[in-house]
């Protein structure tokens, strides 16, 4: 579970709804004083949301950068849907693509907020569980991005011992209210000294989870299969970016998809499964060395 260090959103961004064909979702909207040079929209993990970005809007803003960070169907502050079938893969990477349909639309989106990131203007990041829904929307339809970063995000299912902790976080889902599986995981995982209001705000986060969102993404996590080749055959660049530790897919496997893509691979020195909250400057920095390789949108 990536711990953000705050949840209240820099001065260059803004907490608002982002509305699409397929429902509306929260986001935040970091946007730079001079003329983005591209938009960048940001997946959150498995029990994430898009305040575990919340650390990079501000670098990644000032590198000229427009960075939209989601809540996903389910997550948060984005309504779920009633059924663990409307959390299946291909609808969430339609969701995702209905989200890059609305910032791509040089129309206002209803909040007097004009988009206008332009015909695949659109860097498209993932983390974890997100850089999977990702790729799944890029195997739908590559047309509206420039890019692909797949952070922390392997190229099928997560290490055996994941596994079992998410089936189990599944099996009490399926049977306890969500305070009370917040409790068990407090038991077994305290809060970190850097989470804000002594854990309140994760804890607020977990409470406003949709449990079927979390049993029925959390199975795809367990049988995720290796789709790397048919990415590689989409000919989008990709960035493979990670920390130098990983308990979620070794390391190692990061290494192997950048070759097997001809990708980019980056990799943050003293961070684990999430770059984004543990070094949000060099993870930045690298963001934006590789999106300023391509033209300015």
Known sequence: MSRPPTFTPPACATARVLHTERGDFAVLDAVPTTPARATALLLPGYTGSKE?????????????????AVDGRGQYESEG??????????????????????????????????????????????????????????????????????????????????????????????????????????????????????????RRRWMRHDPAQLIATGAQLGVEPDRVDELAAVGLPVHVLSGERDDVWPVELFDAMARRLDARRTTIAGAEHSPNTARPQETAKALATFWDTFPVA
């Open 81 to 202: 849907a009633d059924r663990q079938e409307q959390y299946a893969q291909g609808e969430l990477a339609r969701d995702v693509l209905a989200q890059a349909a609305a910032l791509t639309d040089s129309e206002s989106d209803g909040d007097g907020r004009g988009e206008g990131t332009g015909e695949g203007g659109l860097h498209l990041l993932g983390h974890s569980l997100g850089g999977q829904i990702a790729r799944a929307a890029v195997l739908l339809d590559a047309t509206p991005f420039r890019s692909l970063t797949l952070m922390s995000s392997g190229p099928a299912e997560v290490v055996a011992a994941q596994r079992e902790k998410v089936k189990m976080l599944s099996d009490a889902l399926s049977v306890l209210s969500m305070d009370e599986v917040w409790q068990a995981m407090q038991a077994l995982d305290p809060p970190q000294d850097a989470d804000t209001g002594d854990g309140e705000d994760m």
């Open 52 to 68: 575990d970005f919340i650390a990079l809007l501000e670098p990644l803003s000032a590198a000229g950068y427009r960075v939209i």
